[in-house]
C-alpha cells in the first residue's frame, strides 16, 4: 500500500515557476516508477511525466518538453516536478500516482497502469 500526498500549487504568473512535491509513504517506495497526470476542467486527465524507479528513464508529454522536469529521492520517499517557463494552458489539478513496477526500469503513459493515486494539487496560470 502506499499512499500519495502532493504539495506545492498555486497561482503564479505566465513565465513563472512551481515546484510540486509528492510525499509518498511505505518503504517499497523505490519499486515504483512515479508519474505526474494533470486535469483541466471540462477534460480528460492527461499524462505529464514520469521517472522510472532508478531515475535512469525520464518521459514527458511533448507540451512540457524543455519546461517541466520530474526528478525523485529513493531516500525520502519523495518525487517532484520543477515546471518552468509556465503557460495558461498548464493550469489544472496535478496528481502524483504510483506505479508497481517490482523494479523493472520502465515507465508507463497511460493513467490505468498506475495503481495509487494522490488527492491532487491545483495549479494556476494567470495570463
Known amino acids: 500500500q502506499v499512499q500519495l500526498v502532493e504539495s506545492g500549487g498555486g497561482l503564479v504568473q505566465a513565465g513563472g515557476s512551481l515546484r510540486l512535491s509528492c510525499a509518498a509513504s511505505g518503504r517499497t517506495f523505490s519499486s515504483y516508477a512515479m508519474g505526474w497526470f494533470r486535469q483541466a476542467p471540462g477534460k480528460e486527465r492527461e499524462f505529464v511525466a514520469a521517472i522510472s524507479w532508478t531515475g535512469g528513464r525520464l518521459y514527458y508529454t511533448d507540451s512540457v518538453k524543455g519546461r517541466f522536469t520530474i526528478s525523485r529521492d529513493n531516500a525520502k520517499n519523495m518525487v517532484y516536478l520543477q515546471m518552468n517557463s509556465l503557460k495558461p494552458e498548464d493550469t489544472a489539478l496535478y496528481y502524483c500516482?504510483?506505479?508497481?513496477?517490482?523494479?523493472?526500469?520502465?515507465?508507463?503513459?497511460?493513467?490505468?497502469?498506475?495503481?495509487?493515486w494522490g488527492q491532487g494539487t491545483q495549479v494556476t496560470v494567470s495570463s
Open positions: 500516482a504510483a506505479d508497481f513496477m517490482d523494479y523493472s526500469d520502465y515507465v508507463h503513459t497511460s493513467e490505468y497502469d498506475y495503481d495509487y
